[in-house]
């Protein structure tokens, strides 16, 4: 919940300057679905008309949620993971964004994994009871993370491995988050910022000179500081941070971007990874699966990707950057000393 917070009170904060000079006060309004606090802001429009659109889009979502939620008993992804390896149809949103999962699966070489399901259940990052799951129960869990094991045939996906179970929490806030936004430039909306619990898109017509400035809150910072600016002018941001979600026991920090193969949380010298890209369910796959690649191979990855570039922010608060960034995307680091 910190992190989302976060970036609402920066979306206010950076984007005020530039809403002074557009010719109408912005709309907002806020939602909790997706498990988190949710809100999107028209720029440009009479307040009727952008309450109307927003309060519609958040139906759209809705609905979007309801299929894809594995914790929503009538969706498709409950249904897939309670059939017993059995067949399933679905529908195309279904069949598309599993696709994606396995394509960053696949990249990754499992590390990325919407199977994960099984492990993640183990984990209750939101209880105040902090408890690590016992190791055999982790080894147990493990034994049925593997994208392999779904199988699509045409509208029909099922699990070979009937203790498997699909996970999409690594990827479908910013499937939905596209969606979004495709809704809002079908109902005529030239301006907006969409922000799904962190999961940040924003849109600004082709002539409009202005970006928005989001903010990266400096990772485990209790007073909310940024760490730096990100100049930005229709993409997506997305960060996966260990301090997000996770607590800490007996000097030990468990956080919630878990190792597939061995069902802990990632240790391995990052403290987070912001994704910027067009697509923010590609942002979404990418944050999680170069997290957990590590800031080597991950780095690799962003700089083979075409269009895409990253931040891998490091435990000692170092920021190492992609090629393009401050060359086509302007980040403004907030202390000098946190710099490569």
């Known amino acids: 919940m910190k992190r989302i917070l976060l970036l609402i009170l920066i979306i206010a904060c950076f984007t005020g300057c530039s809403a002074q ?14 498990n988190t606090v949710s809100s999107i802001t028209i720029y440009d ?24 939620s594995k914790t929503i008993e009538s969706s498709e992804i409950s ?63 493990v034994s049925h993370v593997n994208y392999k094991s779904i199988e699509i045939d045409g509208d029909k996906i099922r699990l070979t491995d009937e203790k498997a179970a699909i996970d999409l929490g690594g990827i479908a806030k910013g ?11 079908k109902n005529g909306v030239e ?29 485990f910072d ?5 760490y730096g600016i990100l100049h930005i002018k229709n993409m997506s941001v997305v960060t996966s941070g260990t301090y997000e979600r996770s607590f800490e026991k007996d000097g030990v920090l468990y956080h919630h971007i878990l190792d597939t193969k061995i069902g802990m949380p990632v240790n391995n010298g990052l403290y ?13 796959a990418l944050s999680t699966t170069c997290f957990v690649l590590g800031l080597d191979e991950g780095m690799k990855l962003i700089e083979s990707t ?10 000692d608060y170092k920021a190492h950057c992609s090629s393009g960034i401050n060359k086509t995307i302007n980040f403004e680091i907030s202390d000098e000393k946190d710099g490569e």
């Open 21 to 34: 000079s557009l010719t109408s006060s912005p709309t907002t309004q806020s939602k909790f679905f997706l």
């Open 45 to 68: 429009m009479e307040e009727t008309s952008a309450t109307e659109i927003i309060n519609n889009c958040f139906t759209y979502c809705l609905q979007y949620e309801q299929t894809l």
């Open 79 to 141: 249904k897939i993971n309670n059939a017993k390896g059995n067949w399933v149809t679905v529908s195309q949103d279904t069949i598309d964004l599993i696709s994606l999962a396995n394509k960053y699966s696949a990249l990754s070489d499992g590390k990325f994994d919407c199977t994960i399901a099984p492990v993640s259940a183990l984990w209750d990052f939101n209880s105040e009871e902090h408890v690590v799951p016992n190791a055999s129960d982790i080894a147990e869990a």
């Open 175 to 185: 499937y939905i988050g596209d969606k979004a936004k495709d809704f809002l430039l």
């Open 191 to 219: 301006k907006a910022i969409i922000n799904l619990g962190g999961n940040i898109l924003t849109i600004s017509p082709d002539n409009d000179n202005e970006e928005f400035k989001i903010g990266i809150q400096r990772p």
């Open 222 to 226: 209790e007073q909310n500081t940024v």
């Open 272 to 284: 987070s990874v912001t994704i910027i890209a067009d697509k923010s369910a590609v942002a979404d």
């Open 306 to 315: 075409p269009d895409i570039e990253a931040i891998f922010i490091t435990t």
